[in-house]
């Protein structure tokens, strides 16, 4: 009796791919894994021999001889205070929808490692062959642990180093503050006030040169304040308290953190004042702590599908050797308005 075609096709090798598709082995496995210098034709063209004759690889002879995991981990460094709550690592898990997506296309299994205490033991055990940090703090010490272990690494959004910095996808931070600030104004707020994080992040550093030169260029008075984001909503509450005491002119407040301005509103509420008629409050993250807050707060689209799939893309190139690209810029941000901000009908 004839063997069935998936008998035949499981006893296909390289050799078969390679004899059909009239290329050494060499260039059969440096096409199918995306590695070398093949000419991109030619690495097409064996692609498509092997799906037509049924070719697939032997996994666990293919991470023997390649010593790789075809796996690689979603890192995220953000306290669970900013990253749980009402939005429970909404974030974290925005970006794993598409990051995953984009990991199998390329063959590559994805890990979730959540801002947990456990996660500095889970780094170190983890059979990994890169990973995507988001949003890391200078000197983080998740992309040191990874580092040390020679992972390599690419990072959402840059971090705030030197020229040693990691791969990244640019967020367009600076933009994203003047979209947010520029909405206040536009909204009638003349006295604004900036809250972002103690942590030394490319978002708040970003925001702050936004902020800073939006207030030069209308002679607007400097207010900034910080909090821990290890706080949380609470920490948000607290400094808008501050804030308030020590400027109650303010009418507009830019709270980058989801977490900050949702405290923020509170806190305001809690005085007696109205969002937005009295003080008018924006945030970043377009995520579900935004959208559940009452009011519902203003925020960007960052469009952090495509933010995922480029940074996978981008790690993938420096897995495979193919460094030339260390800076990516993702779509340009957008304004999703809300009631926070903006002035009731008739106002």
Do not use: W
Not at 173 to 183: D, F
Request: proline share 6%.
């Amino acid at each position: 009796m004839p063997e069935s075609p998936a008998r035949d096709a499981s006893r296909l090798t390289i050799a078969d791919v390679a004899k059909a598709a009239g290329v050494s082995r060499t260039t059969v496995s440096h096409a199918l894994n995306d590695r070398g210098q093949v000419d991109p034709r030619t690495r097409e063209r064996v692609k498509q021999v092997a799906a037509q004759l049924g070719y697939r690889p032997n996994l666990r002879a293919q991470r023997l001889r390649t010593g790789r995991a075809n796996s690689i981990a979603l890192v995220s460094s953000m306290p669970i205070s900013v990253a749980g709550g009402p939005s429970r690592l909404g974030f974290m898990m925005e970006v794993a929808g598409s990051a995953m997506e984009a990991a199998l296309k390329q063959g590559l299994a994805l890990v979730l490692v959540p801002p947990l205490e456990a996660a500095d033991t889970l780094l170190d055990e983890l059979d990994i062959d890169g990973a995507v940090v988001i949003e890391p703090a200078a000197e983080d010490r998740n992309v040191a642990q990874l580092q040390r272990r020679g992972v390599q690494v690419v990072s959402i959004g840059r971090q705030p180093e030197g020229d040693e910095a990691l791969p990244y996808i640019d967020l367009q931070g600076h933009e994203t503050g003047r979209i947010l600030l520029q909405h206040l104004a536009e909204q009638g707020a003349g006295q604004i006030a900036l809250l972002i994080g103690t942590q030394p992040r490319h978002s708040y550093i970003d925001m702050e040169r936004a902020y800073r030169a939006f207030a030069e260029a209308r002679g607007m008075p400097v207010v900034i304040a910080r909090a821990d984001e290890a706080g949380g909503e609470t920490a948000g509450q607290a400094a808008c308290r501050a804030l308030l005491e020590q400027h109650p002119a303010i009418d507009g407040i830019c709270a980058p953190v989801d977490a900050f301005a949702v405290g923020v509103v509170r806190q305001v509420q809690a005085q007696g004042l109205r969002v937005p008629e009295d003080i008018k409050v924006v945030t970043r993250y377009d995520g579900l702590r935004a959208q559940s807050c009452q009011p519902a707060l203003t925020a960007v689209n960052l469009h952090l599908d495509e933010i995922s799939t480029l940074a996978i893309d981008l790690l993938f190139e420096h897995i495979n050797g193919r460094v030339r690209r260390r800076v990516v810029v993702g779509p340009s941000p957008s304004l999703v308005a809300r009631a926070s901000s903006v002035n009731p009908a008739g106002n």
